[in-house]
């Protein structure tokens, strides 16, 4: 069994030196690639998000708190309130 073992891995050894230069050539090629590719790509990148507000939203009640109202006092209302929440303050101090 140990025999069996180690003249597997005496094989493998050989098969790999015999294709050495293609291994390294591979290796050598790829660190260039890779490099060559950092370089040209661009150093800053931007990300934008966008949000679909759907009116048939307002009128289900069970979307009624996850709904955006149009009107800004109302939301001003609920910005003031979800400030000043013990959740929001905890995670301030």
Do not use: C
């Not at 790829?30 to 679909?52: D, F, N």
């Not at 709904?67 to 910005?79: G, H, I, K, P, Q």
């Amino acid at each position: 069994m140990g025999t069996i073992i180690w003249g597997n891995i005496y094989r493998f050894i050989e098969i790999i030196w015999r294709r050495r230069y293609y291994l390294g050539i591979s290796i050598i090629l790829a660190v260039l690639i890779a490099s060559l590719i950092s370089m040209v790509t661009p150093k800053r990148y931007g990300s934008h998000t966008s949000i679909l507000v759907q009116e048939s939203s307002l009128l289900n009640p069970f979307l009624e708190d996850l709904s955006v109202s149009f009107n800004l006092e109302d939301r001003m209302v609920a910005l003031r309130v979800l400030v000043h929440s013990r959740h929001i303050l905890f995670t301030v101090a």
